[in-house]
């Protein structure tokens, strides 16, 4: 797969008329219809949309966590819509970053841990030790390495989760309302560690927001609206 | 190099989840694990001390290793000296005795019973038995005695209320006493009591001992003759391997070894065995489901932190292996400490107060072998009982384990 990946020039992540399908019982709940979006390379690109409008989802589905009802998924041009759990397994952990809403760390590690878990699994980094604490200076983060997650505050323990979503070099960062827990301050920090990131090493990053003030931090927009793309956030 | 990676990450995983985890279900878990693994082999343990102490009994008491008998249509073994002279030659022999038998009838004032009277010579019969270990009152026959009788205690009741045949006995005869004997000959003669032994093992306990030299004279029995020889072998000397020597010298006689005598105590032994199996199976059970409820409920509370760790690229099998690995350890850790407290709090504890079975007290049977067997079989059983909601929990959806 990776000479695919070096052979093609074009957007790192596209998709197709990407539908998803709930079921509920009997009823069945479109949460997303038709959605069709290219991501290119050093982008960051904010999802918007009220809740319940599919922006979650359509996250998940270009996170290669869910599986999508139809439509495709094409990651540096290889269509990986139905690839099985392990493949899909593989290239999260060596092209894709993902950053949830909730801090979702390991709580018996500590940050450093935490964050080379992922490069240990991967084994592209040697000293993945010192590649953790690299990632983990990179978000401020290098005096509370040995720090449980307990022992942080929400703010660092979404940087720890960045950290830990880049410790693999990876093409995109996905990153569910990553500030939708946080305080003001804290979720500043955590936004502008994201666009650093994107900034300085170039990361391409899409995140997941319904507050209409993480437009700033966005060089492109996507507005969501019941499933469906829409022009502008309504 | 993708199998070492992925067995890396669950040995941390593992690792980190254990030392860094709740010590109070850790302790919990493996507590458990200890009381499966005791259950394993406690009872298991003390059905072996029954049969081994009965075995014993049966060699010491009754049987020797191999016992010798007339050849067919025959009732004594004639140049009885000359055979066991022969014998005591033999390689792997440590003593050899022989014993005459006669009926007898017993009578001590208005209680009276029929019981098997054996003619022995004490000094060499004591080489051979252990019954002289076993008086409660008086002292073992000597060689010079006459008019001398040891009885067993379900003979000579002794006062005991409390044995098993008490009601058929002398009941209060004791050492010092003296009771009247009738031969099956018609011979009759008073006898003093001059010790009771008390072997706990019925067959042997329904026994009366006079001299051999006592019996020749009494029933005119003719010289060089017994009823039986019994061969006590050295450790490890095979029974086979005695009689095959023995029937290169003499051909007028048949061996039974002490496990071709057990008859009853067989049938015993294997319903044992029988029982045995049964409650190792129940235990392992026990054991598969613990370890099981323990994998599950621990899975049930890291439902969603699973479907992170696959959500960012752990590997399925790490995460079923990082479980496997902590079941593995609660199984080793809880054998280990459950072996500790076998050997030296349950074992000793149970030497101090003894189970009374008919046989006598017993003693729990260490069995290394089985111990060992014991302990590969529950780290089995708790490694299929964590793989299984270890397997079914990755195998569901990443979503509904994180968000339900």
């Known amino acids: 797969m990776s000479i695919f990946f070096l052979l093609y020039n074009g957007c790192v992540l596209e998709i197709r008329g990407l539908s998803k399908i709930y079921r509920l019982g009997d009823i069945e709940v479109n949460a997303l219809s038709d959605v069709s979006i290219k991501v290119e390379s050093g982008e960051m690109i904010c999802i918007m949309g009220k809740s319940g409008s599919g922006k979650s989802t359509l996250l998940r589905q270009l996170g290669l966590i869910d599986f999508p009802t139809s439509g495709s998924i094409m990651l540096e041009g290889i269509d990986v819509t139905r690839l099985a759990e392990r493949k899909r397994s593989l290239l999260r952990l060596e092209h894709l970053g993902y950053v949830f809403q909730e801090y979702a760390l390991i709580p018996e590690l500590t940050a450093l841990e935490n964050v080379y878990l992922p490069a240990m699994m991967l084994g592209n980094h040697k000293d993945y030790k010192k590649r953790a604490y690299d990632v983990l200076e990179l978000v401020g983060l290098e005096e509370r390495t040995n720090h449980r997650p307990k022992e942080l505050s929400g703010g660092e323990q979404q940087r720890v989760a960045i950290a830990r979503a880049l410790i693999n070099d990876p093409k995109i960062i996905f990153a569910d309302e990553p500030t939708a827990n946080l305080d003001t301050v804290s979720a500043e920090k955590v936004m502008k560690t994201l666009v650093d990131l994107n900034d300085k090493l170039k990361v391409t990053v899409v995140f997941v927001s319904h507050d209409p003030d993480d437009k700033q931090y966005a060089k492109e927009l996507v507005f969501l609206k019941d499933g469906k793309l829409v022009n502008e956030y309504i | ?404």
């Open chain 2, 1 to 404: 190099m993708r199998f070492a990676r992925a067995a890396r990450v669950a040995v941390f995983m593992a690792v980190k989840s254990i030392v860094r985890g709740n010590y109070g279900i850790l302790l919990m878990t493996v507590m458990m694990m200890v009381l499966v693994y005791l259950n394993l082999i406690f009872t298991p343990s003390l059905l072996e001390g029954v049969i081994a102490n009965t075995n014993a009994k049966l060699v010491d008491t009754l049987t020797g290793n191999v016992a010798v008998e007339p050849g067919r249509d025959k009732s004594t073994i004639d140049n009885v000296n000359a055979l066991t002279e022969d014998i005591r030659k033999i390689k792997g022999v440590e003593a050899v005795c022989a014993r005459s038998r006669i009926g007898g009838e017993i009578r001590s004032g208005d209680e009276n019973g029929n019981w098997d009277v054996y003619g022995i010579d004490p000094a060499a019969d004591k080489k051979v038995f252990k019954t002289s270990r076993h008086l409660i009152e008086g002292k073992y026959l000597g060689p010079e005695d006459t008019g001398q009788i040891l009885l067993g205690a379900q003979i000579a009741g002794a006062g005991k209320k409390g044995i098993e045949l008490y009601g058929d006995s002398l009941k209060n005869v004791h050492a010092g006493d003296k009771v009247q004997v009738r031969f099956t000959n018609g011979v009759k003669k008073e006898f003093t009591v001059k010790g009771i032994f008390y072997v706990q093992f019925i067959q042997a306990d329904l026994r009366a001992y006079i001299t051999e030299k006592d019996l020749q004279a009494l029933t005119g029995s003719k010289p060089d003759t017994a009823s039986s020889v019994y061969i006590r072998t050295r450790a490890g000397v095979k029974e086979s391997k005695v009689i095959r020597d023995i029937r290169r010298t003499r051909d007028d006689v048949r061996f039974k070894t002490w496990e071709d005598r057990a008859g009853i105590i067989k049938n015993m032994t294997d319903s044992f065995v029988i029982i045995n199996d049964i409650l190792r199976i129940v235990a392992l059970f026990v054991a598969a489901i613990t370890i099981f409820i323990v994998t599950y409920v621990d899975l049930a509370n890291k439902r969603r932190q699973i479907g992170i760790q696959r959500a960012i690229g752990i590997g399925s099998q790490a995460i079923v292996a990082s479980y496997l690995i902590r079941a593995a350890f609660y199984a080793v850790i809880g054998a280990c400490l459950a072996v500790l407290v076998f050997l030296y709090v349950i074992v000793p504890l149970e030497a101090k107060y003894p189970f009374h079975f008919p046989q006598g007290d017993v003693l729990l049977a260490i069995n290394g072998k089985f111990m060992a067997r014991n302990g590969v079989i529950l780290f089995l059983v708790a490694l299929v009982s964590a793989l299984v909601p270890a397997e079914r929990s990755i195998s569901m959806a990443i979503l509904d384990a994180i968000w339900g």
